[in-house]
């Protein structure tokens, strides 16, 4: 009986714990030491916007000539009472990060080529070399309650994707890799 | 003596006149049409879609203080549909400012030291193109040139011209190709 008993505690750390880890509250994203707030133009200056949680920054296994980084993102829109947590992998191509393409311009340059600089430009716009997945989306509300909102993936989806160069949504996934790797992705050679 | 100044007069109008009936057919034969931007709708037979050609002609300077300079030139907007074909004639006044071109951007960054991270540059570049244009529309024809309305105001508002905006900057990188041989932003200020 014992043996259950105990057996039943390591169930409830092991499941429950998480989920309460999970889930997050207005006044728990304010601590700078774990969240980091990412500005951006939609923001009313009232504290909302998107929070990057430091801890959940991991870097995981990817194909040659690429990195890959899981990262949980927490979006507080505190006037609707509604707080997303979302998990995203992002996956960046080495070879089209803009210092390995100013290099590489610079050295075809030096050998007679005459591309001009805004094609390494144009070659960013059509792929920015990063692309995101959101893998797990969770709503609460303000409290840090489970929201009973139904999640719509593909709101949820514009919130952080597409990663284009020049666009906001860019700005997070460079500063992810910074906090895995301690390089912006862009100063990549 | 009358009569022959009213002549004259009626000649200089003629030769001096700021808009001339344009068809579809000049924009695509003629060499001083350069297709700066094209956009096919689906069917590639059938050539429907946008066309913007910029007539290398028209463009000339206004301003040219290095690392500052002005031009000014006309380009053409051709819709080609199953409906009909219009052609729409605009004119384009760039201010350029080679401080902010891309090669000076990066050459700075270069010899900073310590080099400062390539976000600051993509923000750099995202915060001032160095381009300032405005843009008026002219005339409207259909494809075999006949004027559907004209109109010429003196608006020259000016706004800024980011990099992402790739018809209107590829117009304004052409032009000064046209005027400097030069793109713009391969412009050094050192």
């Known amino acids: 009986m014992k043996r259950i008993y105990l057996r039943f505690l390591w169930l409830l750390v092991c499941f429950v714990l998480p989920l309460q880890g ?21 923001d009313s200056g009232r504290g909302d916007g998107k929070y990057l949680d430091l801890t959940s920054v991991r870097s995981v296994e990817a194909p040659n000539g690429h990195r890959r ?34 290099d590489k311009h610079d050295t075809s340059l030096r050998n007679g080529g005459n591309d001009p600089y805004i094609s ?14 959101i893998t797990s989306a969770n709503a609460f509300n303000n409290g840090g309650q489970t929201h009973k909102q139904q999640i719509h993936m593909a709101n949820i989806k514009a919130i952080l994707l597409p990663v284009e160069f020049g666009n906001e949504k860019y700005k997070l996934p460079n500063l992810v890799y910074q906090k895995a790797y301690g390089i912006a992705y862009d100063d990549e050679l | ?29 003629s060499p001083q049409f350069k297709l700066v931007h094209h956009h096919e709708f689906s069917n590639p037979v059938t050539k429907e879609g946008i066309y913007v050609y910029l007539n290398t002609y028209s463009v000339e300077p206004l301003h040219y203080a290095p690392p500052q300079y002005t031009l000014r030139g006309i380009y053409y907007i051709a819709t080609v549909a199953s409906y009909g074909v219009g052609i729409q004639e605009k ?8 401080n902010y071109s891309l090669a000076t951007l990066i050459r700075s960054s270069r010899t900073m030291n310590p080099s400062p991270s390539m976000i600051a540059l993509i923000q750099a570049s995202e915060s001032n193109s160095g381009l300032y244009m405005s843009d008026i529309d002219v005339a409207r024809y259909e494809a075999d040139g006949t004027v559907k309305w004209t109109k010429y105001s003196e608006d020259t508002r000016k706004f800024p011209v980011n990099r992402n ?25 050192q």
Do not use: C
């Not at chain 1, 899981?70 to 609707?80: D, H, I």
């Open chain 2, 1 to 29: 003596m009358i009569r022959r100044i009213l002549m004259l007069a009626f000649v200089l109008l003629v030769f001096t006149m700021p808009t001339e009936a344009i068809t579809l057919q000049e924009l695509q034969t």
């Open chain 1, 22 to 42: 999970q889930a997050i509250s207005q006044s728990e994203l304010l601590d700078t030491a774990r969240f980091q707030h990412i500005d951006s133009t939609v």
């Open chain 1, 120 to 133: 390494i430009w144009y070659a960013k716009q059509s792929n920015s070399g990063i692309t995101g997945t």
């Open chain 2, 165 to 189: 905006h790739r018809i209107l900057y590829d117009l304004a990188d052409t032009m000064f190709m046209v005027a400097y041989q030069q793109h713009f932003d391969d412009i050094v200020v």
């Open chain 1, 69 to 102: 980084i899981e990262a949980t993102v927490y979006v507080l829109m505190p006037a609707a009472d509604l707080i997303y947590g979302l998990q995203i992998q992002y996956d960046y191509q080495m070879d089209q990060s803009l210092n390995h393409l100013i």
């Open chain 2, 91 to 98: 004119q384009l006044t760039v201010a350029y400012d080679t």
